[in-house]
Protein backbone atom coordinates (compact mmCIF):
# COMPACT_ATOMS: atom_id res chain seq x y z
CA UNK A 1 0.00 0.00 0.00
CA UNK A 2 1.67 3.07 -1.11
CA UNK A 3 1.73 5.58 1.72
CA UNK A 4 3.25 9.61 1.43
CA UNK A 5 2.42 12.13 3.71
CA UNK A 6 2.29 15.61 2.67
CA UNK A 7 3.77 18.55 4.93
CA UNK A 8 1.72 21.68 4.32
CA UNK A 9 1.81 25.00 6.08
CA UNK A 10 -2.29 25.38 7.11
CA UNK A 11 -4.91 22.94 7.63
CA UNK A 12 -6.91 24.99 4.75
CA UNK A 13 -4.31 23.38 2.36
CA UNK A 14 -5.13 20.34 3.47
CA UNK A 15 -8.86 20.54 3.34
CA UNK A 16 -9.15 22.28 0.01
CA UNK A 17 -6.64 18.96 -1.31
CA UNK A 18 -8.74 16.38 0.31
CA UNK A 19 -11.81 17.78 -1.49
CA UNK A 20 -10.19 17.90 -4.86
CA UNK A 21 -8.57 13.88 -4.28
CA UNK A 22 -12.49 13.35 -3.49
CA UNK A 23 -14.23 15.56 -6.65
CA UNK A 24 -11.68 13.64 -8.42
CA UNK A 25 -12.90 10.25 -7.27
CA UNK A 26 -9.60 8.98 -6.42
CA UNK A 27 -9.67 5.90 -4.13
CA UNK A 28 -8.02 6.65 -0.97
CA UNK A 29 -8.04 3.67 1.75
CA UNK A 30 -6.83 5.99 4.13
CA UNK A 31 -7.01 9.87 5.19
CA UNK A 32 -5.45 11.32 8.09
CA UNK A 33 -4.93 15.14 8.96
CA UNK A 34 -1.94 15.15 11.75
CA UNK A 35 -2.35 18.33 13.84
CA UNK A 36 0.94 20.25 14.78
CA UNK A 37 1.94 20.48 18.07
CA UNK A 38 0.02 22.68 20.19
CA UNK A 39 -2.30 23.54 17.19
CA UNK A 40 -6.09 25.01 16.82
CA UNK A 41 -7.58 22.14 15.82
CA UNK A 42 -10.88 24.02 15.08
CA UNK A 43 -13.69 23.04 12.83
CA UNK A 44 -13.47 21.51 9.36
CA UNK A 45 -13.95 18.20 7.01
CA UNK A 46 -11.27 16.39 8.39
CA UNK A 47 -10.89 15.72 11.91
CA UNK A 48 -7.34 16.06 13.02
CA UNK A 49 -5.55 13.71 14.64
CA UNK A 50 -2.12 14.24 17.19
CA UNK A 51 0.90 12.60 15.99
CA UNK A 52 1.14 9.68 18.50
CA UNK A 53 -2.25 8.46 17.24
CA UNK A 54 -1.16 7.65 13.88
CA UNK A 55 -0.44 3.71 14.05
CA UNK A 56 2.45 4.42 10.45
CA UNK A 57 3.75 7.27 12.08
CA UNK A 58 3.83 5.69 15.70
CA UNK A 59 7.02 3.09 15.85
CA UNK A 60 5.80 1.79 19.29
CA UNK A 61 2.39 0.78 18.05
CA UNK A 62 4.26 -0.95 15.47
CA UNK A 63 6.14 -2.86 18.09
CA UNK A 64 3.13 -3.93 19.72
CA UNK A 65 1.46 -5.15 16.91
CA UNK A 66 4.47 -7.01 15.53
CA UNK A 67 5.10 -8.85 19.58
CA UNK A 68 1.41 -10.03 19.23
CA UNK A 69 1.57 -10.88 16.03
CA UNK A 70 4.75 -13.13 17.11
CA UNK A 71 3.30 -13.85 20.49
CA UNK A 72 0.43 -16.16 18.16
CA UNK A 73 2.75 -18.56 16.92
CA UNK A 74 5.24 -18.16 19.60
CA UNK A 75 3.58 -19.26 22.77
CA UNK A 76 2.22 -21.91 20.90
CA UNK A 77 5.40 -23.28 19.69
CA UNK A 78 6.72 -22.55 22.66
CA UNK A 79 4.74 -24.75 25.11
CA UNK A 80 5.01 -27.35 22.81
CA UNK A 81 8.32 -27.55 23.15
CA UNK A 82 8.57 -27.19 26.61
CA UNK A 83 6.24 -30.24 26.82
CA UNK A 84 8.02 -32.46 24.40
CA UNK A 85 11.43 -31.14 26.48
CA UNK A 86 10.12 -32.55 29.47
CA UNK A 87 8.94 -35.67 28.12
CA UNK A 88 12.46 -36.23 26.77
CA UNK A 89 14.65 -35.75 29.40
CA UNK A 90 15.44 -38.09 32.15
CA UNK A 91 14.75 -34.76 34.54
CA UNK A 92 12.75 -34.42 37.35
CA UNK A 93 12.54 -30.93 38.63
CA UNK A 94 8.50 -31.25 39.25
CA UNK A 95 8.42 -34.76 40.08
CA UNK A 96 6.32 -33.96 42.72
CA UNK A 97 3.76 -32.97 40.78
CA UNK A 98 2.79 -36.39 38.61
CA UNK A 99 4.15 -37.30 35.50
CA UNK A 100 1.23 -35.43 34.06
CA UNK A 101 1.75 -32.17 36.31
CA UNK A 102 5.33 -31.84 35.30
CA UNK A 103 4.58 -32.11 31.62
CA UNK A 104 2.40 -29.78 32.08
CA UNK A 105 4.29 -27.59 34.13
CA UNK A 106 7.38 -28.09 31.23
CA UNK A 107 4.70 -26.75 28.96
CA UNK A 108 3.58 -23.53 30.42
CA UNK A 109 7.38 -22.32 31.08
CA UNK A 110 7.58 -22.91 27.68
CA UNK A 111 5.05 -21.01 26.21
CA UNK A 112 6.67 -18.20 28.66
CA UNK A 113 9.53 -18.50 26.85
CA UNK A 114 7.68 -18.25 23.66
CA UNK A 115 5.83 -15.11 24.74
CA UNK A 116 9.55 -12.99 26.12
CA UNK A 117 10.96 -14.17 22.83
CA UNK A 118 7.87 -12.16 21.30
CA UNK A 119 8.80 -9.33 23.11
CA UNK A 120 12.67 -9.67 22.32
CA UNK A 121 12.28 -10.53 19.07
CA UNK A 122 9.54 -7.60 17.93
CA UNK A 123 11.64 -5.19 19.41
CA UNK A 124 15.21 -5.89 17.57
CA UNK A 125 13.32 -5.64 14.34
CA UNK A 126 14.14 -1.97 13.06
CA UNK A 127 11.39 -0.05 10.92
CA UNK A 128 11.43 0.53 7.52
CA UNK A 129 10.17 3.85 7.93
CA UNK A 130 12.26 5.39 10.96
CA UNK A 131 13.73 8.07 8.70
CA UNK A 132 10.63 8.93 6.95
CA UNK A 133 9.07 9.32 10.59
CA UNK A 134 12.10 11.26 12.31
CA UNK A 135 11.53 14.45 9.27
CA UNK A 136 8.04 14.09 9.62
CA UNK A 137 7.95 14.29 13.42
CA UNK A 138 10.38 17.42 12.99
CA UNK A 139 8.17 18.95 10.97
CA UNK A 140 5.67 18.38 13.19
CA UNK A 141 7.35 20.21 16.03
CA UNK A 142 7.79 22.65 13.58
CA UNK A 143 4.02 23.64 13.33
CA UNK A 144 3.86 22.16 10.24
CA UNK A 145 0.19 20.27 9.42
CA UNK A 146 0.97 16.68 7.83
CA UNK A 147 -1.81 15.35 5.56
CA UNK A 148 -1.21 11.26 5.22
CA UNK A 149 -2.77 9.22 2.15
CA UNK A 150 -2.61 5.70 1.91
CA UNK A 151 -4.22 4.52 -1.78
CA UNK A 152 -4.84 1.01 -2.78
CA UNK A 153 -1.75 -1.13 -4.17
CA UNK A 154 -0.95 -0.13 -7.75
CA UNK A 155 -2.39 3.38 -7.82
CA UNK A 156 -0.35 5.93 -7.33
CA UNK A 157 -1.71 9.41 -5.95
CA UNK A 158 -2.57 12.20 -8.90
CA UNK A 159 0.49 14.39 -8.21
CA UNK A 160 -0.65 17.15 -10.55
CA UNK A 161 -3.82 18.10 -7.62
CA UNK A 162 -1.13 17.57 -4.89
CA UNK A 163 1.08 19.73 -6.58
CA UNK A 164 -1.93 22.35 -6.83
CA UNK A 165 -1.47 22.37 -3.06
CA UNK A 166 2.04 23.24 -2.76
CA UNK A 167 3.04 21.04 -0.04
CA UNK A 168 5.99 21.97 1.62
CA UNK A 169 7.59 18.39 2.00
CA UNK A 170 6.48 15.33 0.27
CA UNK A 171 7.59 11.90 2.34
CA UNK A 172 7.24 8.45 1.06
CA UNK A 173 6.87 6.04 3.55
CA UNK A 174 7.65 2.29 2.41
CA UNK A 175 5.44 -0.06 1.55
CA UNK A 176 3.60 -1.17 4.70
Request: with cysteine; net charge neutral; aromatic share 6%.
Amino acid sequence: MPVCVLVLKERAAAETLFTALQDAGTPLLRVALVAPEKADTGDGQLRPESFEEVDLLNPSIARSRRQRSMSRWLMPFGFMAGLTFTQITTLDTFARFGAVGEALIGGLLGMGSGLMGSYAAAASVPSENEDGVRILRNRSSERFWLLLLETPPGLEVPWQLVQKSRPQQVVRLSEL
